[in-house]
């Protein structure tokens, strides 16, 4: 059974530094492209951020760019997001996602619980 | 980017009626629609597919159609555990990945 756990979600001040990650298991990691989906308190789904199985390639929204970075440790079976120069409009459940394929990032097969993250002073 | 606009933004219906839900993108992304849907607290749940294929485990009552700009998603006959919201998604090649932003199936 696949299983995405997040953690390292909190409070955080604007400005601030953040780490999420995602331990994936139930599927062979390394052969799957990745992805970092928030949803704003009582608001819609924005993608942020993907990386593809081998991390050669990796995307970001707009909103997030020079900010996030996403990565993956292949020998842990965890993605990571690193958050920088946090704002208040970063505050949102984050949601670790796979990809059922290696490079094509199309949709999503699998979710995690998701990890809070506010952003507040 | 491309923009996915989803109608109607709650959707009033009873158990044992058909519902269909709109998802209009602003430009062409061939067949590359999927459709989620979300209950309160859980995570999204994928339920089609490149338009029209459903999931791994999603029952025969959803189905999905169209292609290019607009795309549908049917419910044949609400379910009680069908009252959710009702996410559009699409990725194309050189495009940013965006989702719409939602219907809500309540009970009427």
């Known amino acids: 059974e696949v299983q995405l756990l997040e953690s390292g979600g909190g409070l955080v001040q604007p400005g601030g530094s953040l780490r999420l990650s995602c331990a994936a298991s139930?599927?062979?990691?390394?052969?799957?492209?990745m992805s970092w989906v928030r949803q704003a308190p009582g608001k819609g789904l924005e993608w942020v951020s993907a990386m593809t199985d081998t991390g050669a390639s990796t995307y970001y929204a707009d909103s997030v760019k020079g900010r996030f970075t996403i990565s993956r440790d292949g020998s842990k079976n965890t993605l990571y997001l690193q958050m920088n120069s946090l704002r208040t409009e970063d505050t949102a459940v984050y949601y670790c996602a796979k990809a059922p394929s290696s490079s094509s990032i199309r949709r999503f097969d699998h979710w995690g619980q998701g990890t809070l993250v506010t952003v507040s002073s | 980017e491309i923009v996915l606009t989803q109608s109607p933004a709650t959707l009033s219906l009873s158990p044992g009626e058909r519902a269909t839900l709109s998802c209009r993108a602003s430009?062409?992304?061939?067949?590359?629609l999927a459709w989620y849907q979300q209950k309160p607290g859980q995570a999204p749940r994928l339920l089609i597919y490149?338009?029209?294929n459903r999931a791994t485990g999603i029952p025969a009552r959803f189905s999905g159609s169209g292609s290019g700009t607009d795309f549908t998603l049917t419910i044949s006959s609400l379910e009680p555990e069908d009252f959710a919201i009702y996410y559009c998604?699409?990725?194309?090649?050189?495009?940013?990945?965006?989702f719409g932003g939602g219907t809500k199936v309540e009970i009427k």
């Open positions: 490149d338009a029209s």
């Open positions: 430009q062409s992304v061939s067949n590359y």
């Open positions: 998604q699409q990725r194309t090649d050189s495009q940013a990945l965006t």
């Open positions: 139930g599927f062979t990691f390394s052969n799957y492209a």
